[in-house]
C-alpha cells in the first residue's frame, strides 16, 4: 500500500498551486483520491470570491459558484428565496462540503458580478426585477459566508470595473454587513482591507464597525472621496498596531487632510510599503506636525501630489533612512526637486530601485552621487549624456535600467557606439526608448555588454517613440541578436 502524504505537506504543496488568476491546477488535484480532494476543496473555496476575475469572458462559468451557494443555505433562507420567485431545482439542499465555511476573502465586485451573471440565467423577468431579486442574493450569500466561516482575512470593496445590465448599487447592504451577529468575530482576524468605490454614507456603519474590531490589518488600500470619509477612515488607520502596507488616493480636494496625516504619523514604525496619490502638502497644519521617523519603510510611491516643492516640507524627505525604493510620478505642480534629493540625500546607498518620469540636471547628478548601490533604474526624458553618465558612474550592481532618450539631432546609433564602451558588468536588462538604430550599432553594443554567444541571461527590450511606428527589427537585427544569443522585446 502507497504511504500516504501527511495533510500539513500536501497542503504546501497544493499551496505552491494556488494563482490569483487560474485555479485549473488545484481542480486537477481533486481527481487524484479522496483524501486529496478532501484537502483541495478548502483551498478552491477559499479562491472564488477572492482572486482577481481577469478573464472576463468565463464570468458565466465562475457564477456557477452561486448555485452552490444555495445549496449551502437553510431552510429560512431557502424559502425566503423561493418567494421572492428564485427556481432552486438547479442547487438542491445536499451539498457535500461546507463550502462557505471555507471562505476567507471577499471582494463584493466579485460577489455582484457572479451574482449578475446567474441572475440572467436563472431569470427572464425585466430588469427591475431582476435587480431586486439580485440585491436579495447578495445579502443572503453575505449572511451565508458571515455565519459559517470561521474569519475573513481579505475584504475589498472596489468599482464593477465593466457593465452589466442589472449592476446596482449595493452601499445600503455593504454598510449593513458588519451588522450580523458573527461579523466582528469574522472580521476580527482581517489582514487587508481594500476601499475603491464612491463615498456613501450608507456604508458609513462599516467603516465605524471595523474601527471598533479590526486592530491588526497588514495591508490597506484607501481612496478618500470625501471630508466625513476621511475622518471614518483615519480612524481606522490609526487603530492599526502592525500596518506594514498604505495605499492612499484622494479624490476630492476638500478632504481633512491633517486627520489622513496623522494616522499616517501613528504608522511609522511599522509601515514598510507606502502609496500617496493626489494628496496636498499645502496645508499649513502638516508643517507642524512632530513626523519622525519611518524607521521600517522601504518603498515609497508618490504620484502626482501637490505642494512637495514648497521648502518647509522638506523635513519629510528627511523621514525615510531605510528607503530600498523610491517611485516618483509628476504630472502637475512644480516640480519638487529639493524633495527629491533629500530622499536620495537621506536613503543614499540603500537605495536600490529608483523610478522617475521627469527629473532635471541636479536631481540626476543626486541620483549618480547617493544611489551608488542601485540595481534597478527608470529614468524618462535623458538626455545622451544623461545615459553615458550612468554607464561611466560604476554602478557595479545594476542589473535593470530603463530610459527614453530623444531631442533635435539625436543619434540613436552612435549613443548605442558609446554606451558599449562602459558597459555595467552586472547589467541583466536594458529598456530602451530612442529612435531607430542600425543592426550595426546594435552588434558594437553587444560586443561591449556580452561574448558571442554568450548573451542568454541578458535581455533588451525596444520600446518605440510615437513617432517611429513603422520602424521595427530587420533581418539583419535579428542575424545580429541570434549571434550574441540576448533575448529581445519589441514594444509599443
Not at 443572503?140 to 466561516?149: F, G, P, S, V, Y
Amino acid at each position: 500500500m502507497a504511504t500516504k502524504i501527511p495533510t500539513e505537506i500536501l497542503f504546501k504543496i497544493l499551496n505552491n498551486l494556488q494563482s490569483p488568476f487560474s485555479t485549473q491546477d488545484l481542480y486537477s488535484s481533486l481527481l487524484v483520491n479522496r483524501f486529496w480532494c478532501k484537502v483541495t476543496i478548502p483551498m478552491l473555496w477559499e479562491l472564488p470570491l477572492g482572486q482577481d476575475c481577469m478573464d472576463y469572458n468565463n464570468l458565466r462559468k465562475k457564477a456557477l459558484c452561486i448555485r452552490t451557494y444555495l445549496s449551502c443555505m437553510d431552510t429560512q433562507a431557502r424559502t425566503l428565496l423561493i418567494q421572492n420567485g428564485f427556481d432552486l431545482s438547479s442547487s438542491p439542499s445536499q451539498a457535500i462540503f461546507d463550502y462557505p465555511s471555507f471562505t476567507h476573502k471577499l471582494r463584493t465586485d466579485n460577489l455582484i458580478y457572479f451574482i449578475s451573471r446567474y441572475s440572467e440565467v436563472d431569470d427572464n423577468s425585466n430588469n427591475e426585477i431582476i435587480i431586486t431579486k439580485s440585491r436579495i442574493l447578495f445579502l443572503e450569500i453575505c449572511k451565508l459566508i458571515i455565519n459559517r466561516c470561521s474569519f475573513l482575512d481579505s475584504f475589498k470593496l472596489t468599482r464593477v470595473k465593466f457593465f452589466i445590465v442589472n449592476v446596482h448599487i449595493y452601499n445600503d447592504l455593504i454598510g449593513s454587513i458588519l451588522e450580523l451577529p458573527s461579523a466582528p468575530k469574522v472580521i476580527k482576524k482581517l489582514e487587508s482591507f481594500t476601499l475603491l468605490i464612491e463615498d456613501n454614507e450608507l456604508i458609513f456603519p462599516l467603516y465605524e464597525s471595523l474601527t471598533l474590531v479590526c486592530d491588526n490589518i497588514l495591508n490597506m488600500d484607501l481612496e478618500f472621496n470625501s471630508y466625513s470619509q476621511a475622518k471614518l477612515l483615519a480612524k481606522l488607520i490609526s487603530v492599526q498596531k502592525y500596518l506594514e502596507d498604505l495605499s492612499i488616493v484622494v479624490s476630492d480636494y476638500k478632504i481633512d487632510y491633517l486627520s489622513i496625516l496623522l494616522s499616517i504619523i501613528s504608522q511609522k514604525e511599522t509601515l514598510k510599503s507606502f502609496r500617496l496619490r493626489s494628496v496636498s502638502f499645502y496645508y499649513s497644519e502638516w508643517k507642524s506636525l512632530p513626523i519622525g521617523q519611518f524607521i521600517s519603510l522601504q518603498n515609497l510611491y508618490i504620484e502626482n501630489c501637490f505642494g512637495l516643492h514648497e521648502s518647509d516640507n522638506l523635513f519629510f524627505a528627511s523621514s525615510f533612512p531605510q528607503l530600498s525604493s523610491f517611485h516618483f510620478r509628476h504630472i502637475h505642480d512644480r516640480f519638487p526637486q529639493d524633495f527629491i534629493i533629500k530622499i536620495f540625500e537621506t536613503s543614499n546607498t540603500k537605495l536600490r530601485d529608483v523610478y522617475l518620469n521627469s527629473l532635471t540636471t541636479d536631481t540626476f547628478l543626486a541620483i549618480l552621487n547617493y544611489c551608488t548601490n542601485i540595481t534597478k533604474l527608470t529614468l524618462h526624458d535623458l538626455r545622451p549624456e544623461h545615459v553615458i553618465a550612468i554607464f561611466n558612474n560604476n554602478f557595479n550592481e545594476l542589473r535593470r535600467f530603463s530610459f527614453d532618450c530623444g531631442g533635435e539631432g539625436f543619434d540613436a546609433n552612435e549613443l548605442l557606439c558609446q554606451m558599449a564602451k562602459n558597459v555595467p558588468e552586472s547589467l541583466e536588462t536594458i529598456e530602451i526608448r530612442m529612435g531607430i538604430f542600425s543592426a550595426d550599432s546594435l552588434r558594437k553594443f553587444l560586443e561591449g555588454w556580452c561574448r558571442k554567444g554568450g548573451g542568454g541571461n541578458r535581455k533588451i527590450i525596444v520600446r518605440r517613440m510615437e513617432q517611429e511606428r513603422l520602424f521595427t527589427l530587420s533581418d539583419e537585427h535579428f542575424k545580429v541578436i541570434e549571434e550574441y544569443g540576448v533575448q529581445i522585446d519589441l514594444e509599443e
